[in-house]
């Protein structure tokens, strides 16, 4: 999503323009092309002070992606979804609102940790953990809603809240990649609408029964 | 997919090897982090040979895009699923293919070319484009059953079958990146699951007349 739509908790001047460089640098080139250099410049920040305040590069990537949960969510708990009543409008609402935010440059709309954890999983299992705990803590938001839509809506399924809570993830995820492909969003704009389509698809009484 | 079940074009015993050792090396780890030293010391070939056969590690991974497509292509040209009559079996039976193939290593069941363009999209155009034209040519063999399903079974939608047919790559890619941050391929079949089961219901005669 565009950074200027995020809130920002408060810290360290320095600290906080390497974590917002790391954001940027990350999600256009990846973690191991992004160089201490390169983040110190973007950051405006001496070397010193990165040194002073991450061990390395993986450190500050692990605080990169805690401080994208931070932001992200505080993002998402402001976003007008959750103003539904019906918790399968929430999901739906979910849906339109991460379709509605696929805007600007791809560098922009794609997500830190799905690329990060791209490269490092088996390199950097500090990093990959970190990544993991983002997009599991972020799905448990979705699948809370799922829980309570599949409940209010009477569903019995084979498949679970957690599952389809993931699933929401893995599109959204792989959309991301299609748009670095054709560098374009549209492939991932016509991705979420497959989605939002088998969500109502899904809770549509005639497919309830059959699922 | 696991390398020991593909087919393997004729050609030079060195240009070969460092193909090879690109798809695994950069499986593991990413583009950047791939230094030609590791790729000449996993293909056991001198730097000489290297810089005989490529230009540099970009132009490798440009013909490892390519060298990728071709041996997928041939891997899944002889997959069982294409022996179904009825196109919509066709579909059905590459997704349980591709659920099928997630096994062994994570590094061994994820994607040469998602992996690169994940990184490189806006740093090296050539690799970005041939990533986008290995995942287009794929598609477009899931988008000829999926259009012929379609007509067979008479579905009116407001989908394209190119649009389902690169979801299904989303699906497939984003369900790679979860399974790299949770270290299993669980993850990746659910969410493999999800695609069948949305397949299912957009052909299935109630969701056909909702769609």
Known sequence: MSDTLMTRPAMAPARQKLLEAALAVIREKGYVAATVDELCARAAVAKGSFFHHFEGKEALAVAAANYWSET???????????????????????????????????????????????????????????????????????????????????????????????????????????????????VAIASVDHLRHYVELLFQPNARRAS
Chains 1, 2 share one sequence.
Not at 126 to 140: E, F, G, K, T
């Open 72 to 186: 992200t969510s505080a993002f998402f708990a402001a976003a007008p979804y959750h103003r539904h009543k019906d918790p399968l409008d929430r999901v739906l609402g979910y849906i339109d609102f991460r379709r509605a935010i696929l805007t600007g440059e791809v560098s922009e709309f794609t997500c830190l940790v799905g690329t990060m954890v791209q490269e490092v999983y088996d390199s950097h299992p500090a990093i990959r953990d970190a990544c993991d705990a983002s997009i599991s803590a972020h799905a448990a938001t979705i699948e809370a809603d799922i829980a309570a839509a599949m409940k209010l809506h009477g569903i019995r399924a084979k498949w679970t809240a957690n599952s389809l809570a993931l699933h929401t993830q893995a599109v959204l995820q792989g959309a991301f990649i299609l748009a670095k492909a054709r560098g374009s969003a549209d």
